[in-house]
């Protein structure tokens, strides 16, 4: 079975300031790997998405995470944050070819100040 | 393009009783997925639908949870009796197909059981 490790679960950042978040997975066969956000009172979004090919994947709204297979590590980055990414952010894994069956991770929730 | 709809947005409940959830799903898409979300995790799902069938029900709990996909459209998951434990969100989700491609959400029903 797999699981999703996602180290921080509250971040405070200054707008501007660069995010990381880290996400580490485990699981015995080849995976997609998945980024999700939800804005307060919204459902959950797709903000990135990795299946094969180039390991540096780039979503949705300046939003991009880097896949290294060795450290089974699916980190999301954003290099100058602003107040409209408050939010929930969760990495989340199926086995590949398995769709959306996702094991997601606890989450982080990111605020973000003025 | 409409998204997937759930209601109730929000249900209170006592412990024992029964509960009924509804969800459809964006039009044309064959694989529905049940996720429970419980406050400070992430989602985990319950079970998925391939048009009307049941893909995958591993994790949903038989001895009080049941799920429906009659004509392979709109689905219901339903909890008798409801126990405490149970106070958590649940999530819709649909995609196009059970390939690898992107899963929608609902905005999800709140249950609160007391």
């Known amino acids: 079975a797999q699981s999703v490790s996602q180290h921080n679960h509250h971040v405070i950042l200054s707008e501007a300031a660069s995010l990381e978040l880290g996400c580490n997975y485990s699981y015995g066969g080849t995976v997609n790997l998945f980024w999700y956000v939800q804005y307060p009172g919204q459902h959950l979004q797709l903000l990135l998405k990795?299946?094969?090919?180039?390991?540096l994947v780039k979503g949705i709204k300046g939003f991009e995470a880097e896949f290294i297979k060795s450290k089974f590590s699916f980190n999301l980055r954003k290099p100058s944050v602003q107040w409209s990414d408050t939010a929930e952010y969760f990495c989340?894994?199926?086995?590949?070819?398995?769709?959306?069956?996702?094991?997601f991770g606890t989450g982080t929730q990111l605020k973000v100040e003025l | 393009e409409a998204g997937v709809a759930q209601s109730p947005r929000y249900k209170i409940i006592e412990k024992r009783q029964s509960v009924a959830f509804w969800c459809n799903p964006i039009?044309?898409?064959?694989?529905l997925y049940w996720y429970q979300q419980i406050l400070g995790q992430g989602p985990k799902l319950l079970i998925q639908?391939?048009?009307?069938?049941?893909?995958?029900d591993s994790q949903l709990p038989k001895d009080r949870f049941s799920a429906e996909r009659l004509k392979g459209v709109d689905s219901t998951l339903k909890i008798q009796p409801a126990k405490l434990e149970d106070s958590a969100v649940y999530l819709c989700a649909s995609s196009p197909d059970d390939r690898d491609t992107e899963a929608f959400f609902g905005q999800g029903t709140r249950l609160t059981v007391v």
């Open positions: 989340a894994v199926s086995p590949t070819g398995g769709g959306n069956k996702l094991t």
């Open positions: 639908f391939q048009n009307n069938g049941v893909v995958d």
């Open positions: 990795y299946f094969s090919g180039d390991p």
């Open positions: 039009s044309g898409h064959a694989t």
